[in-house]
């Protein structure tokens, strides 16, 4: 869920005019696949889950999923700032 998040507000926070994407890997993924920019993202997210969830008896794998949806939501926090103040 915290993808989806991600992606929402960045297409929010970038649907204000002058704001442009941070990070550069992104950026060059979002010039290349235009609109579906977010599938590899997702691809990403859903195989991270899946792993997670197949090795679950291993706890750093769950830590690990846990620590990365965390810092993704604290992404999509800073996304929804940026809007905020820039709309």
Avoid: C
Avoid at 8 to 30: F, Y
Avoid at 50 to 78: D, K, P, Q, R
């Amino acid at each position: 869920l915290a993808q989806v998040a991600d992606i929402v507000t960045t297409n929010l926070a970038l649907s204000v005019e002058g704001t442009r994407e941070g990070n550069k890997v992104v950026r060059a993924i979002m010039d290349k696949l235009g609109k579906l920019w977010w599938t590899p993202k997702a691809v990403v997210g859903v195989v991270g889950a899946w792993l997670a969830f197949h090795n679950s008896e291993h706890i750093l794998a769950v830590v690990a999923l846990g620590g990365m949806s965390l810092f993704t939501l604290y992404i999509a926090l800073g996304n929804y700032e940026i809007y905020k103040k820039r709309k």
